[in-house]
């Protein structure tokens, strides 16, 4: 695979959030722009800059991979040579707490405090791996072992809920939740392994049978869930907020007002079929599956759970195989759910919901737009309306 090459900028601020300058552009080797650990890497080692990358800035392209990209960040040690700078920097209230000035000492000194606490000791190495819109992540290692501190923002914050239940039925099945704060920050026990990207079907058979034995195990959690302020889409909830995620492309997406005229007939027909509601993870492709020859495989990344139909999990689940492939994955899943809800058609909710599961993925990109300030709206510039466009070819 060819990828695009990434140059990076840092603009500097120092702890008071005074602008500083902007070090000489560098090129890093993953063209991801979340991804910070070459970034800090190349400060340190080009420019004698130990540096936290606090968030993006802005890029000469609309959207990622690639490019010229801008990022703002502290200046923690040393004195590089800086170039001069226009770059002023300014409050905004939809920023995350860990892409503020100080923000990323604020979590780190949490965690430090909590793995005292805990008998882990004094991280003896930490590495800044991702910061964008939707996470900060730092890798702690400690004479206990890898333990991940990730920071979400608040919209995101449930997760924590989700893997506490999840470690207490089926404990390993998700990264151990060693603590959590509340307000978006996590430390999590690291899983052995590799991450399942590009999958073949065959692994991605074993993906679907972990993911349904945790739904299984929450159909008789799944109020509680709610309780614990799981994001519900069950019923007239996922109508509604399909409804007004549409509502201000329906004189852009041509054939966009016919699907949600149709909406109510299609979720009833759906609701006809007869598969419980349950927890789905909201994100289910392979990458978000970690394999381990020496522990069972554990499901990743819970941050877009929420509650409704499992459907959409094996919609995305398929989502780059071929139809003779997508298929058998499908029939499995589908014998699974007739075994829990005899007389279900499992089958016919795929096929009814496939354009639903567009939709939803507008509506999930519209709220990370909602949620964060323009400088990171290049990472979802063109979501909302490729899934609402998309949810209309399928449709």
């Not at 459907?311 to 899943?333: M, N, T």
Request: charged share 20%; with cysteine.
């Amino acid at each position: 695979m060819n990828l695009p090459a990434r140059t990076v900028v840092l603009v500097l601020v120092d702890g008071d959030g005074g602008v500083l300058g902007a070090l000489p552009p560098f090129e890093v080797g993953l063209p991801w722009w979340p991804e910070v650990e070459e970034i800090v890497d190349g400060a340190d080692e080009r420019f004698g800059a130990g540096v936290s990358v606090l968030r993006l800035l802005h890029a000469d392209r609309s959207h990622p991979p690639g490019g010229i990209v801008t990022y703002l960040a502290q200046l923690e040690r040393g004195r590089p040579a800086l170039e001069p700078t226009s770059f002023e920097l300014r409050p905004h209230p939809r920023r995350a707490p860990y892409a503020e000035v100080g923000g990323p000492a604020e979590s780190l000194a949490w965690a430090r405090d909590v793995l005292a606490g805990a008998g882990y000791g004094t991280p003896e190495r930490i590495r800044q791996r991702k910061t964008w819109n939707l996470s900060g992540l730092w890798r702690l290692d400690t004479a206990r072992g890898t333990v991940w501190l990730k920071h979400l923002p608040p919209f995101l914050r449930a997760e924590h809920e989700v893997l506490a239940w999840l470690g207490a039925v089926a404990p390993g099945s998700a990264p151990p939740l060693i603590a959590a704060d509340g307000t978006g920050r996590q430390l999590l026990g690291h899983l052995p392994g590799e991450d399942g990207f590009f999958a073949p079907a065959s692994a991605r058979l074993a993906m679907a049978d972990l993911l349904h034995g945790l739904q299984r195990r929450a159909l008789e959690d799944v109020d509680a869930l709610a309780e614990r302020d799981v994001r519900d889409r069950r019923g007239g909830l996922l109508l509604e907020q399909i409804v007004a995620t549409a509502e201000p492309w329906l004189g852009e997406v041509f054939g966009l007002d016919a699907l949600v005229v149709g909406l109510p007939a299609r979720l009833a027909a759906v609701d006809a079929c007869g598969v419980p509601e349950t927890l789905v993870h909201g994100d289910f492709h392979p990458g978000n599956v970690r394999f381990s020859a020496t522990v069972p495989p554990a499901v990743l990344d819970w941050g877009d759970a929420f509650l409704g139909h499992p459907a959409f999990d094996v919609i995305r689940l398929c989502e780059g195989l071929e139809p003779e492939d997508a298929e058998p994955l499908i029939e499995r899943w589908a014998a699974q759910w007739r075994q829990v809800a005899p007389g279900s058609d499992p089958v016919r909710a795929v096929r009814l919901l496939r354009p639903v599961a567009a939709l939803l993925g507008a509506v999930v990109y519209a709220t990370f737009v909602q949620n964060i300030e323009p400088s990171e709206w290049p990472y979802h510039t063109d979501d909302v309306a490729n899934g609402l466009r998309s949810a209309v070819e399928l449709g």
